[in-house]
């Protein structure tokens, strides 16, 4: 079946680069995303790659995407406590696309 | 206001009693979804409606009960509440016209304890 992976923690410095990963099973994905959670609140978009792009650049937001090695990547430039939350990477089902699967989430802290 | 709501927030109950989450939304979208959260397992569909007149299950549909009341309301039910069902539970919404991506709008979520 389909599968996402993540690791379930990473810690960083204030101002450091966070870097979070994703591996995914499904090659015929049209989108890959990422959502973030924070603490007591349900998950926002923060953003999506088309699968047919290599890299995505959003301000402090860089997402990578080897569909060869079916590694998806997050990395958060300059980090800041405020980014301090759970990362979840996503892919659509491959029956449906409509469907989202969800990664297992990897818990961001930041720390001064 | 938010677009996605959910009741009650919070909710501990005991084994074998009927729970209903409630959701609710003003942003006129047709597809809704049930998810639990479990430490270390992230999000797992329960359930998903693409209209008032479909209903899905999703990877782990046992136990649970929904209804989709109208468009704005979709309702999960657990029968017979057991302890394995406590969990965080999420209620989501999208709309299909919106672009090419699929973006989830997600409520605040409820809290369900099973003692």
């Known amino acids: 079946g389909e599968d996402v992976e993540q690791s379930l923690f990473l810690s960083v410095r204030e101002g450091d680069s966070s870097v979070i990963n994703c591996t995914y099973t499904?090659?015929?994905?049209?989108?890959l995303y990422w959502y973030k959670q924070e603490p007591g609140a349900g998950l926002q978009l923060l953003t999506y790659?088309?699968?047919?792009?290599d890299m995505k650049q959003d301000q402090r937001l860089t997402v990578l995407l080897n569909k060869k090695d079916k590694h998806l990547s997050l990395r958060i430039a300059d980090t800041q406590t405020g980014d301090s939350a759970i990362y979840f990477c996503?892919?659509?089902?491959?029956?449906?696309?409509?469907?989202?699967?969800f990664g297992t989430g990897t818990r961001l802290q930041v720390f001064p | 206001d938010a677009d996605v709501t959910q009741t009650p927030r919070n909710r501990i109950t005991k084994t074998g009693k009927r729970i209903m989450l409630e959701c609710s939304q003003t942003?006129?979208?047709?597809?809704m979804y049930w998810y639990r959260q479990d430490p270390g397992l992230g999000l797992r569909l329960i359930y998903y409606?693409?209209?008032?007149?479909?209903?899905n299950k999703g990877e782990i549909s046992d136990g649970y009960s929904v209804s989709r009341q109208a468009q704005a309301k979709f309702s999960l039910s657990l029968e017979s509440a057991i302890p394995n069902q406590t969990a965080l539970y999420f209620c989501?919404?999208?709309?299909?016209?919106?672009?090419?991506?699929?973006?989830?709008?997600f409520g605040p979520g409820t809290r369900l304890t099973v003692l």
């Open positions: 989501a919404t999208s709309d299909p016209y919106r672009g090419a991506y699929n973006e989830q709008f």
């Open positions: 499904d090659s015929s994905s049209t989108y």
């Open positions: 942003k006129g979208h047709d597809r």
């Open positions: 790659i088309f699968s047919n792009m």
């Open positions: 409606s693409f209209d008032v007149k479909d209903i």
């Open positions: 996503a892919e659509s089902d491959r029956s449906n696309t409509d469907k989202l699967i």
